[in-house]
Each structure stands twice: as structure tokens, then as C-alpha cells.
T-cell receptor, first 108, second 115 residues
Framework: RKEVEQDPGPFNVPEGATVAFNCTYS??????FFWYRQDCRKEPKLLMS???SGNEDGRFTAQLNRASQYISLLIRDSKLSDSATYLC?????????FGKGTLLTVNP | DTGVSQDPRHKITKRGQNVTFRCDPI?????LYWYRQTLGQGPEFLTY????????KSRLLSDRFSAERPKGSFSTLEIQRTEQGDSAMYLC?????????????FGPGTRLTVL
């Protein structure tokens, strides 16, 4: 089993849609969890840290399920500007292990 | 701009040449990381520093790669005798010991093309 596995995508959704990404991880000792957004040929930008109790930031909601070893990201009312690659990242021993990323395209 | 900066942004070199990249972390961030990203993949960890000490190196980091952070501020990554397989985006990130969650912030990357 790979350390971090992500929905392969791509996802094509209309504006206003709700879209969810999932990411599973294999190391049960993982300590911190993150979602990054990466635009084409740019660096990953931290979108959200994922807290044990789940957290929300505007249209974005992140959840952590330690028992099943997965994290999720929900985007509500998607905008054209949400089009990007979404990367999950799992921290262990200070270093991040990333999934391959899921490409989201929001269409008008 | 107080974010992570990297130089150069692009580097084209011929196989067999040596290249060096520089990273300046966010001011007062004491942890600095190097990652490599190829097309269609997420970033892969290469190495990290806490202050000037290099604490971990990935098996991806062959003997041709060396990284330094001499004064605990900026860092350099050198690749000797470059190979075509070294072509990738080299990303630097930094974080602060003061953050219990260890959020890492990335620089714009150096895109290396080995001909």
C-alpha cells in the first residue's frame, strides 16, 4: 500500500457544485495533515491544516478520520478560481509525504 | 515580500554539469526543507535542516546531491554531474519550531532542465 493515496481525478464540475476529495494514508503514527493547492507550474500553497475535530474555512471543510486513516476536503459552491490541483500531505518526523494530487476543473 | 524565495527560478544545463540552487526561508523559520517534484507527481522529500543541522536525508538524495545551511539561514542544494533524470522542479519550504502543527510554506521553486 502506498504511503499516501489520493483520488486520481480529474474532476470536472460546473460552477456552484460541491466537490469532495479523499486521501488515505498508511502510517498510523502520522501527526499532522494538510491540504495544499497547486496552480499549474507554481508552488504548492497551504490551503488548510486538518484538525482532529474537523475544521471549516469559508467554502472549504476538512475532515480527519484517524480510525480509517483518511482525510477529506469538501469544496462547496465551487468557483472558476478553484480550478487547480489539490494535494494532500501527511506529516511524519517533520517531513511531508504528498499524494499525487487531484486536478479540479470548474467549468462556467 | 516575506515568503520563501528561491534562486534561480529556471536553470537549463547540459548533462554532466554542476548546478547550485539557493533558498531563503521565511525570516526566523528554523526548519528548512528541500523537495523535488516531477510532472504528475506530488513533491517528494529530499532533506531537511533544523537551524544549521541537516537532520534527515532521503534515499532519493544520491551522492551527487549535497545540501548545506551554513549559518542556519539560507540553504544551497548542489547537484554534481547532472543527469537527464534530475530534470524536475526543486522546491524549498520552511517552517517554525514555534508552530505545533509544523505548517510548511513553499517557495516558487527552481525548474531544472538537463539537456
Amino acid at each position: 500500500r502506498k504511503e499516501v493515496e489520493q483520488d486520481p481525478g480529474p474532476f470536472n464540475v460546473p460552477e456552484g457544485a460541491t466537490v469532495a476529495f479523499n486521501c488515505t494514508y498508511s502510517n498510523s503514527a502520522s501527526q499532522s495533515f494538510f491540504w495544499y493547492r497547486q496552480d499549474c507550474r507554481k508552488e504548492p500553497k497551504l490551503l488548510m491544516s486538518v484538525y482532529s475535530s474537523g475544521n471549516e474555512d469559508g467554502r472549504f471543510t476538512a475532515q480527519l478520520n484517524r480510525a480509517s486513516q483518511y482525510i477529506s476536503l469538501l469544496i462547496r459552491d465551487s468557483k472558476l478560481s478553484d480550478s487547480a490541483t489539490y494535494l494532500c500531505a501527511i506529516e511524519g518526523d517533520y517531513k511531508l509525504t504528498f499524494g499525487k494530487g487531484t486536478l479540479l476543473t470548474v467549468n462556467p | 515580500d516575506t515568503g520563501v524565495s528561491q534562486d534561480p527560478r529556471h536553470k537549463i544545463t547540459k548533462r554532466g554539469q554542476n548546478v547550485t540552487f539557493r533558498c531563503d526561508p521565511i525570516s526566523e523559520h528554523n526548519r528548512l526543507y528541500w523537495y523535488r517534484q516531477t510532472l504528475g507527481q506530488g513533491p517528494e522529500f529530499l532533506t531537511y535542516f533544523q537551524n544549521e543541522a541537516q537532520l534527515e536525508k532521503s534515499r532519493l538524495l544520491s551522492d551527487r546531491f549535497s545540501a548545506e545551511r551554513p549559518k542556519g539561514s539560507f540553504s544551497t542544494l548542489e547537484i554534481q554531474r547532472t543527469e537527464q533524470g534530475d530534470s524536475a522542479m526543486y522546491l524549498c519550504a520552511s517552517s517554525t519550531f514555534a508552530s505545533s502543527y509544523n505548517e510548511q510554506f513553499f517557495g516558487p521553486g527552481t525548474r531544472l532542465t538537463v539537456l
